[in-house]
């Protein structure tokens, strides 16, 4: 791959909370069509890490580029970089005075300026991807758990991102109703979004991404491709921790 | 008793123009303090801290007074002071109007106060403003969480505009008591104004439970508290 196809930089990337340092000094890009797994135990910095990315949470110091442009230190221009990074949260965070279709089409109307018309139609189109175009009118209370973060992802996918970032997009869910994210994440892996996952799935991050990258203590500990985790060596604390992780299901 | 019949017949009118203005009153006090509530409440929640402070202030000192006092301190004091030359209606606009914002602004706090982080930080995620994000998303929440408050302000500031009465207002208590000295009838023309005063209580907070069942969202704020 070269640079050309280089959508995300995150350059030494810093950042704190109070006295707890919670990333220390994190690199890596993300190429076009590519799926990057995060995984490690709780507080490792990993949610962090997302927000830093579209400046959600500020960084200390370190930098973020987008298609060669920095996205840190962007003033008020991160707002356009926000609408080019598409972001799913784990409690879904859907706007919850508004039914499922308003949820997915108010950024497009007051946002990308879109026509009634047409944000209807694009947020119905979103919604039918989730398989969820059923449920338009129904209001975030009204949908089960697994319904309401896919409604999410039609939310975030609407804007026709460059990049995904999905932070725990299952951990808020049931078991039975993870499955139903799980499958409409791996179908936007197969058409070739670009995707950021920070996930406690271990055979799903296994099995959709192209590289896990391990987490522990604010710094990557260690990174490989699935089949380099599954039997390379240097992987061993990262082997540990799936194993740890997979001794409980 | 078909005395009392006749006498409140005769002065039907007067009394009407009594209610007209009491209603006017209280709008006013309503919609004043909705006007400059809401963005108080923006302000000390979103503000900075000179602002905040400010708001602050002008919280307490409105809610830290008896409106009998506000009424007096503005009609004797503020409005001479400034040579401007009032009716006691204006007068009791501003005051109603002023005070209401300073309650309400509590009201429209609690409500945005209240509203989890999440709906921001989705809201920016998208590539909103915070103007946007306020002006899409947590003021029509604000607005939901807020109503059944709000609408408890509604007795509140009707039966506050009696007090009205003291600077010379011609509202429904100045002008019962003026047909009660005029016709020595005491109680029972009280027992008329104590029933309008009801009913216009009940009209209204059954308008604004109408108003509250029409925009209900369903299970909205339900998992918030």
């Known amino acids: 791959m070269d640079a050309a196809d280089e959508i995300l930089r995150v350059e030494h990337l810093f950042k704190s909370f109070g006295a707890t340092e919670v990333l220390r000094d994190i690199s890596f890009s993300v190429h076009t069509g590519e799926t990057k797994a995060f995984i490690g135990p709780s507080g490792t910095g990993k949610s962090t890490l997302l927000r830093c990315i579209n400046q959600i949470t500020v960084p200390d110091s370190g930098k973020v580029f987008l298609r060669g442009e920095e996205v840190t230190q962007a003033g008020q221009k991160i707002n356009l970089y926000r609408q080019r990074i598409g972001m799913v949260f784990q ?18 109307l ?19 991807r989730v398989g969820l175009d059923d449920k338009a009118d129904l209001y975030p209370a009204q949908l089960s758990g697994g319904q309401a973060q896919r409604v999410s992802i039609a939310r975030a996918l609407a804007m026709d991102p460059e990049v995904m970032l999905f932070d725990e997009p299952t951990s808020a869910l049931d078991p039975e109703l993870t499955r139903e994210v799980l499958e409409v994440i791996r179908t936007l892996a197969q058409q070739g979004m670009t995707m950021l996952i920070v996930t406690h799935e271990m055979r799903f991050a296994l099995s959709v ?18 089949n380099e985790i599954h039997d390379g060596t240097g992987f061993e604390r990262t082997r540990r921790f799936i194993g740890q992780m997979e001794e409980f299901r | 008793m078909a005395d009392v019949v006749s006498v409140l017949i005769d002065w039907l009118p007067y009394l009407l123009q009594g209610i007209v203005i009491t209603l006017i009153l209280t709008a006013a006090s309503l919609g004043l303090g909705l006007l400059c509530g809401l963005p108080m409440a923006l302000g000390q929640v979103y503000g900075r801290k000179t602002l905040r402070y400010l708001i602050g202030m002008y919280v307490w000192f409105f809610r830290g007074l008896p409106v009998l006092v506000l009424l007096f301190l503005f009609y004797f004091g503020v409005f001479p002071l400034l040579q401007i030359d009032t009716p006691p209606f204006f007068v009791a606009i501003v005051v109603l109007g002023l005070r209401g914002a300073a309650y309400q602004s509590q009201i429209f706090r609690g409500a945005i106060e209240s509203i989890g982080e999440g709906q921001m930080t989705a809201a920016r995620s998208l590539g909103m403003s915070q103007w946007q994000a306020i002006r899409h998303i947590l003021l029509p929440q604000t607005m939901l969480i807020a109503l059944p408050g709000w609408s408890n302000e509604y007795p509140n500031v009707l039966t506050d505009t009696a007090v009205c009465y003291a600077i010379g207002v011609l509202e429904l208590l100045t002008r019962t008591t003026q047909i009660v000295s005029d016709t020595y009838i005491t109680m029972p023309i009280y027992l008329a104004c104590a029933g309008v005063y009801i009913f216009l209580n009940y009209a209204g907070m059954s308008c604004l439970h109408a108003v509250e069942r029409k925009v209900m969202v369903p299970g909205f704020g339900q998992e918030n508290v």
């Not at chain 1, 990308?112 to 119905?124: D, H, I, M, V």
């Not at chain 1, 391990?214 to 699935?226: A, D, K, Y």
């Open chain 1, 110 to 128: 007051k946002v990308k300026g879109l026509s009634p018309a047409q944000a209807r139609e694009k947020a119905l189109f979103e919604l039918r």
């Open chain 1, 209 to 226: 991404a192209n590289e896990v990258l391990f987490m522990e203590n604010g710094t990557i500990v260690e990174r490989g491709s699935p």
């Open chain 1, 91 to 108: 409690n879904f965070n859907l706007f919850d005075h508004l039914t499922a279709v308003r949820n997915v089409e108010i950024a497009l």
